[in-house]
């Protein structure tokens, strides 16, 4: 039988203080879930080991940025090699939306694929176990928000109740595989020294929305 390919996967986990940032990645990588805040300081890392198909294994390297300003001017050196991205919001928090745009474009001016192309990006609107406020009542208009602003998709996902979580992952993994196939990366390994071929690279395929 032919070995499993590995790949490790870099992915941030960004958006303004107390979205859920930390509790979406405690849910998904630890199935747990607490009602207390404790706020991230600089960042922390958590990682997942993904069966992916027979014969594809993924480490996912989770960056948990923290939300708040005082962080802020070290994302450039957090988001270095990213190849994804997943920028949250609180439903029940209309400001957290408003600075999803900020968050976006911290992300394009600060990593790009080894290709120039922005990293994939999935907007998670988190919380909707409780009453939504604004833009995301209307899917229909997430959905070209999302659209203009370069998003790959979004998900509603609650951290508390376990929705969309497993799904959210999954999807943004399947851009970031797609990146990978299409630019025809040259991985070995444990993929820690992943290489570029010097060919005509395709337009990476993107897609909108869940
Ligand atoms: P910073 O680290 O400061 O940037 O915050 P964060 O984005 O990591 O937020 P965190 O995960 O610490 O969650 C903030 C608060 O929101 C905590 O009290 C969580 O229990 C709560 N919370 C997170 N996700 C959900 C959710 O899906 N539903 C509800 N009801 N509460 C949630
Ligand atoms: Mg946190």
Same mark, same amino acid.
């Not at 607490?34 to 960042?43: D, E, P, W």
């Given at each position: ?9 870099? %992915? ?14 405690? =849910? ?6 607490? %009602?207390?805040? =404790? @706020? ?13 198909? @027979? ?10 940025? @923290? ?14 090699? $990213?190849?994804?991205?997943?920028? %949250? ?9 408003? $600075?999803?745009?900020?968050?976006? &474009? ?6 790009? #694929?080894? &290709? ?8 998670? @609107?988190?919380? *909707? ?8 009542? /209307? ?6 928000? *999302?659209?203009?602003?370069?998003? $790959? ?8 109740? &376990? ?8 999807? #943004? ?7 990978? =196939? ?23 395929? /993107?897609?909108?929305?869940?």
């Amino acid at each position: 039988m032919a070995e499993k390919k590995e790949h490790l996967y870099k %992915v941030l986990v960004i958006g303004d203080l107390g979205t859920g940032k930390t509790s979406i990645i405690k =849910r998904y990588v630890h199935q747990f879930f607490s %009602v207390h805040y =404790r @706020a991230t300081i600089g960042v922390d890392f958590a990682l997942k080991v993904i069966n992916w198909d @027979a014969d594809t294994l993924i480490r996912l390297q989770l960056w948990d940025i @923290a939300g708040q300003e005082r962080f802020g001017n070290m994302t450039r050196v957090y988001y270095k090699e $990213a190849v994804g991205a997943f920028i %949250v919001f609180d439903v029940t928090r209309t400001s957290t939306f408003e $600075a999803v745009q900020k968050w976006k &474009n911290d992300l394009d001016t600060k990593v790009t #694929l080894p &290709n120039g192309k922005p990293v994939p990006c999935v907007l998670l @609107a988190n919380k *909707c176990d409780q009453a939504k406020e604004g833009l995301v009542n /209307s899917s229909a208009q997430m959905d070209d928000y *999302c659209k203009e602003r370069g998003f $790959a998709g979004w998900f509603e996902t609650s951290a508390k109740e &376990n929705i969309n979580i497993d799904e959210a992952a999954k999807f #943004l993994v399947s851009s970031i595989l797609e990146n990978d =196939r299409a630019n025809d990366w040259e991985g070995s390994g444990t993929n820690e020294g992943m290489h570029l071929k010097d060919e005509p690279q395709p337009e990476p395929k /993107s897609g909108c929305c869940s």
